[in-house]
């Protein structure tokens, strides 16, 4: 038990508060608890993550490693408390005018740092704001703007007097702030873990310690007699519908609780329900459960072997699935040119700011599940299988979400809190701890890609094969869109006569793997793009001329067969490129000159992205409504989960049909009330759902067009409640509302053009490609092998960007994602189950950042509008690691490429020379 | 249920101390992480209120640093010059809020063989005081940490003070901290040295010491002898040097790494040191 309550004063946000607080509670959870300051962000509860950061005195602090006491006679300022008399703080405004935001869960934490900053230094240079917010990370906007926020704060007296908003004229293209801005900078926004009832129960679930083991149950008689405030234990028993979930029908294999055999290190073995606090004083190893651990199935190749354990009984040689990919027969080592090589990928976690977490309640006949998710009508429709619901009797309310990139598209809190509320008739609430969301999680795949390229004297591609095994771990999860999509991709954004690939997704006693921004395309860019860079080599061109040579072009056929009938702009990527590429090249030769440790070294990355679920049916469903008293509301139901979903659905909705954007109301995301726009995954909202948006809002506007009888091209306006078409005004009142209290209803449904793939991959998988290139120069310390990256050019094609400040706080995060992959990070299981040995990116760990936004339209896209979610972080690490080749000499084959790896490879380098001298 | 006792006076906190056994919380930032998804409901003293030991004075004879004094408090401090190296190291320990919070005395107390304030603090040839309610006992640093997570404070006593003898305060100090990323980083490995040089330029006290290649940072006294007296360069420094070091495999590093990177660190540093 916690020690007893102690009385306290202190100054909390600028009141004088007195009361009687838990001495060694941490403070993050007194003032979450106790005040409601919610705003206070728990993202490691270990002072890793910086998330819950608040001024102390004055000073900067993580809330979770202060006692409650110390704050008695001291003063307490969290970002709830920023704002003064309703208005945003100086450093509040330059978040929003720069678009500083994302997901937001990082956000308390870098307000109250940057006012920490801003109280010692008027004007802060870069350098101070860089070391004053080394504390927080941020996942999402890889912390170029922030920092020009930070900066700027001070310099505009006036900022109250300069609102921020739709200038007028098109709402599309212009860098209007999120929708969800404010409440994300003063603490309001509810996060997962933000809105759950006072009087819910909590959830623990009980995992496995083992990465593979048989086990049995005890008598659980004894924990409860222990444990009073202990009210269910649940387990595969209590499971009414599906035992067993997963993303595919056919493929439902991951136990909702194992039943007597756990496949990987966090696999739930039982739930504890019951009161806070008692889940808080019941250990682990009080739970009666009896291991027989068996020796664990680790890596591709004992997962492949002959004698290699079945991880699942239906999957002979561990083999999940495999897709191939066959264009030609030409064969890359009879080419003039060639090049070949085997890379290898680690484990990356997905390591958003906020971890899992929700709460669910029954209300009759029916489940309510408030949860951070990309994916509420998944979420829906798994737990309607699992609990022997009807689908309608689900309903999946989104919170905020903080952080996704593809890992909140499965299974976490979902159904345990489901079966719990259902049984118990309580609202039941689960947040994940971080070595548990970490330890639980999916995973980027490991990935073995081995290939050869080719070409013809004049530096033609000619054939090449690729064969990609892709570690999927436990089970299946996304591991089938990974192999399903890498055959498309693997050859790179290159015209090929011959082309041959082989992908695997094979089953391990690892973590299951599932979607990672990318899925699976940055694994296999890495080789794409550095065979590309040792042809280049071999036929004496440039590289950045060898691949303007072979790019996709619109007219071009890709591998599978898909005719490029517009918008593949590679080639002015590349063309945007040449001169800061020449620009850099020249500077590392003359630095390297004088140089011989501190080198430099410049790379170029290259890719193309299918948006849109890979040969499948994936559309999105939007409505727009007019109510009688001229209100226009957009159901948008493409979760934002930072990207800014639900800022650009409004710029696309308000272009479309006509009006301004402040006239267009929202409802966002909730499976009652939201037709279904799909997952945010796959790079395919702003196109799919985007497109959705503008075909309902253009429904809607020839609704009222035939109403007002008028043309085309007749202008609408909407003031205090009045619709008018030109001149005139629409008698509204007149049309009877319907249930949604709409009198006219505009719905927009798009599906993306793609067709099934062939069993040689022959298809037209995607109906839009992304694509870009980028330029990354590194520092390379030779004697310590460690890599600092310098300067990031990234020219990606968009289509046409909605938002411009959003789509370059894509690109900006996805390129530090993309770092992390090549430099840092490696998630072990059992060892790097926290941020402080899984390591991300840290503000002073990015370079200078240059976006430069192509824009060659897609004809199906929303005002010709593409994908950019994933693509930003695709090109990254194959920039760096050819930088880093540029700067050393050295090809490195596996990621990350960590100090003591480069440093090692270099020695071999010197040694290999100094031999053949 | 769990006790909490916070007093403001140092014999009220040692007799605590001498009757039960309790956890002792200075900065807590070792503390909390200790415990995630673990009930906190240790016995705890916490010295956060004994105000008494914050700060840094000097007497005759030695600089003396408070057990509760945070590394910002250090930073903020105005010190001779041998501080610069301990300074250098606390602006790279954690983040800002780290150094707004943790304790120099913590840092030693948790005897991580990573401890990034360990290095410099044993090439100031910093003693401890350690007090119980029989008086007061000190040690090298040295000899206070024993091991990975072992030090030679036993649960009657608190350290209370961290001494540097004043004797060094003209040396020039640095320390070098190599981790995978910029910041939030646990070292791979650490160097701190400190140099006091005769008129003539030739080396009359040199004492370097490197963390993270040993469960316990060491001085490194061969190369130490054979610096003394002669011009400071890092030409001297050979491999052989380093044998004394005992670095581990790990997610960070390999020990050949570390070890080759030790020696790269201190031929730097020798070099910053000369400047």
Redesign the interface.
Known sequence: ????R?PMNFFLNGSRREAALR????LSETLREEFGYTGVKVG?????C?AC?IL?NG????A????T??IDGAMVVSADGLQANGFLSRIQHAFLRHGAVQCGACIPGMLT?AT?IAAAYENPTRQQVL??L????CRCTGYQKIVDAVMDAGRDPDYLKNPIGPAGGPAVGARLPRTDAIAKLDGSAQFGADGIPTDALWLRAVRSPHMAANFTLGDMAPLFERHPGLHKVLTAADVPGNKCYGIYPDLKDQPVFALDHVRFRGEVILALVGERDTL??I?NDEVPVTYDVLEPVIGLDAALAGDARQIHPDKPGNVLIAADLRKGAGDPAECTHSAAGQWQTSYVEHAYIEPEAGFARRRGERLEIHVTTQTPYMDRDEVALIMDLAPEQVRIVPTVCGGGFGGKLDQTVQPLLALAAWLLERPVACVF????SMMATTKRHPARVKAQFGCDGDGRLQAMKMTADFDTGAYASWGPTVAGRVPVHGCGPYLWPHVTINARAVHSNGPSCGAFRGFGVPQVALAHEALMDDLAESVGMDALEFRHRNALRAGDRTATGQLLVASAGLDQCLDALRPHWSEAQETVRRHNDTHANQRLGVGLGCMWYGCGNTGMSNPSHVRVTLSADGRVTLYNGAVDIGQGSYTIMRQICADALGLSVDAIEQVTGDTDLTPDAGKTSASRQTYVTGKATELAALDLRQQILRLANAEESAPLSLRDGTLMVGAAEVALTRLTADDNNAVLTGEGIFDPPATALDQNGQGEPYGTYAFAAQMAVVEVDM????TKVLRVVAAHDVGKAINPTLVEGQIEGGIAQGLGLA??E?F?PG??E?L??Y?I?????MPAIEVILVEDPDPNGPQGAKGVGEPGLVPTAPAILAAIKSATGVRMHKVPV???RL??AIITKEKAKVTAE | ????F?PTDLSHALSALAEGNLTV?A???DY??A???????HD?L?L?GLENLSGISCDDDHWRIGAMTTW?DLIDADLPRCFDGLKAAA?QI?????Q??ATIAGNLCNASPAADGVPPLMSLDARVVLQDLAGTTELPLAEFIQGNRRTACNPRQLLTEILVPKALETGRSGFIK?G???????S?VMVAGLVILDEGGHVRQVHLSVGACSEVAQRLSDLEADLIGKPLSADLVKTAHFRGLTPMDD????A???L??AE??IKRLLGTLNA
């Not at chain 1, 001495?23 to 941490?26: D, I, Q, T, V, Y």
């Not at chain 2, 415990?35 to 409901?41: A, N």
């Open positions: 038990m916690t020690a007893e102690v001495p060694m509670a941490r490691c509860d270990a002072g890793d910086g950061t102390l000073r900067q602090v993580c979770c490693l202060v006692p006491a110390r740092a920490e070391d004053g080394s504390g927080v990370l808080d004083a250990s701890n971080r070595p548990e004697e310590l092998g460690t430099l840092m490696e072990l060892r790097t926290n402080h040995d390591l990116p840290t503000i002073g760990d960590t100090p003591d440093r090692a | 249920m769990a006790s909490y916070r919380i900065g807590a930032t909390y992480p415990q995630v998804g673990r009930p906190v409901d705890i916490d956060s910002r602006r954690g983040g800002p809020q780290i707004n919070t190599l995978t990323r910029s910041s939030l980083v646990i791979i997610h960070r590093g390999t050949t790494y570390r080759e990177a790269t660190l």
